[in-house]
């Protein structure tokens, strides 16, 4: 009798404990504390990423955050580009919407400003200025940079090494070297005029190293798209300088005519030593022409340097403000901030560079020419701190461009022409 009463004494004293560790826990160690708390510890915290890009561009980093955050789970929504903007900015509008909202650098200020998105400026000093400020409003970080797209100059190998030619490190020199292939008679430089772009986007790189990239000038983008500064009152003599392509011919009218496919094939059959694009376009190249050893050089100015690519952060990864979960929300974003998340992140997009300070990928051989300005952090986009006008004033800049090149127009009329576009659309927004 006395063995079967200690025996059911120590049961009835384990069943006591059991119970006292249960309604002694305040769940003040979970992500919610409080009411409710012992439920999210028997069932995930359900977080969810709403993206334009479909689920395989982020497979990997969705399975490291499963691995990494196991009392999270991530539902992936993907909602097509064409619809994508409105879908969004109505539910957050509503109140209501994904818990981490993917942007691009205008919808990410126009959100914050109406706070649907909230402050996480805990993580800034973790990226570089370049891919930071263009998510920044107010001086508080609101997204996240993801990896960024990249345009610079392909050229070709192998007419390099024939003419015993090598990349340049200026554009005295970039000059000089198409001065050279001329001369032995082949075609420097192939661009698709007949598009807006390239010429917007050729002489903002020279803009880049000579003007936006000097610390006084630093806002002069936010500026410009608040209407407090002018592209003819700054970028005259840097575009002036630029436009020595087109002066010498090197650029030329005949290039009007000329659209993306046909400039790709000139470049990829070896009509053109080189051509002005990015990794999106590897795969044409090496399908027209298997053999060819391509490389690529960035945007220079006057001096040696690193220089510059175009491009900027393909997205932004915010957290909306009115989540039911917003420190599960900032875990998958802390997670995403490290190392091992841009890793897990670029698995999926290779060809892009990461803004996280620190973290180098190793890229493809045909970038090898621009790995020291990946290094210095040197891929931007201007016109993503031109605010929700931006696509309107870059194409009636290139278009403006476009009359410069075909001698109808020059650049200080290019540029007024901008600003004049821009104030326009300012007044029909007020």
Known sequence: MRK?????????MAISMALAGCSGNNGSNLPNGGEGSEKETAEKVKVRLAYWNKEDSVKTLLALIAKKLPDIEVEYQFIDNKQYDNIIATQ??????PDIVSVSPSASTKYAKLGYLQDISALADRYNDAGKNVYSADGKLYAIPGISWFEGIFYNVDIFDQYGLKPPSTFAEELALHKALKDKGIKPQAMGAKSWEPMMKSSMGYVMNEFLAKPENKDFDVQFGQGAKKLADSWVPAVEQWSALIQ?????EEMLGIDYDQALDEFATGKAAMWESGPWAMEAIKKKNPNIKVNMFPFYGSQPGPGWLIGGPGVGFAANSKSAHPEAVMKVLDLISTPEGQQAFWNDNKGGSSYLKGVEFEMPAEYEGVKETFKAGNVYAPWNNWGDNAQSLIEEYGKRLQEVLGGSSSVGDALKGTDEKRAELSDLGS
């Open 248 to 252: 010498d011919g090197y650029l030329n």
């Open 4 to 12: 079967a009463s200690i025996t059911l004494f120590v049961v009835l």
């Open 92 to 97: 957050l509008a509503a109140g209501s919407g």
